[in-house]
């Protein structure tokens, strides 16, 4: 395995973690799960920054286009809302880091890994939009000669619709009440479902990629 199929692979990884842990509990009968699952998000965290290394090492190296202080933003947030999420989730923990014996701060660390826990998927979207683009341009262009114009406009009106179900689910989930705390507990609705919710934050992943990465693509041109 090359070293661009390993952070591929570890990417894909930390994307589907981190999108059931957006469930908090419910999803598992037993609350332990989920730090279990959080656990390893710590560790895939250390494996990512580790195969990224050069990278955060040359952050304060050469000059800046607008293109990477976008990408270095999105980053270094992304970075950010994973260390306030993993420090508040031990804390918090009753079983994987129970030995630690804390027993202070509760109250400020449901508040922190509530407020970090959205922050992260609005930064991981972004992320993963931007750093598509490359895959996007290959992919693009191989099957450019294959493509009929049908096909193209068929792609672009599913993606115009999962785009539009995203800004639906954004509102219907009330991400922007978490993002700024102005609701301070996580609220399941089961009306709609365990199936609905992966659809919904699917959808608005797609979405935010998608504007991350028409953004990139502009800021790159800019750059030509």
Do not use: P
């Not at 952070?7 to 009968?29: E, H, K, P, Q, W």
């Not at 991981?124 to 000669?145: D, T």
Request: with cysteine; proline share 0%; aromatic share 16%.
């Amino acid at each position: 395995m090359t070293k661009q199929q390993m952070r591929m692979t570890l990417d894909i990884a930390m994307t589907a973690v981190s999108i059931v842990l957006m469930g908090g509990n419910y999803f598992f009968a037993w609350d332990g799960v989920h730090e279990i699952l959080g656990a390893s998000l710590f560790a895939l965290w250390i494996a990512h920054v580790l195969l990224n290394r050069r990278w955060y090492g040359a952050l304060f190296k050469g000059a800046y286009s607008s293109y990477r202080v976008l990408q270095s933003i999105v980053n270094c947030a992304l970075l950010i809302c994973a260390l306030s999420l993993m420090t508040s989730g031990i804390m918090l923990s009753a079983h994987v880091f129970s030995f630690l014996h804390i027993d202070f701060g509760a109250a400020f660390a449901r508040t922190l890994h509530l407020l970090a826990s959205h922050w992260y998927f609005l930064f991981m979207s972004l992320h993963i939009g931007m750093h598509m683009a490359l895959v996007f341009r290959i992919v693009q262009n191989a099957r450019a000669a294959q493509s009929s114009k049908t096909a193209t406009w068929a792609k672009r009106l599913l993606l115009i619709a999962a785009c539009a179900y995203g800004v639906y689910a954004f509102i219907v989930r009330g991400i922007g009440k978490y993002l700024f705390l102005l609701q301070q507990f996580f609220f399941f609705d089961m009306e709609r479902g365990y199936v609905l919710f992966f659809v919904d934050y699917l959808a608005m992943l797609v979405l935010l990629a998608t504007v991350s990465y028409h953004l990139a693509a502009v800021l790159q041109k800019l750059r030509q």
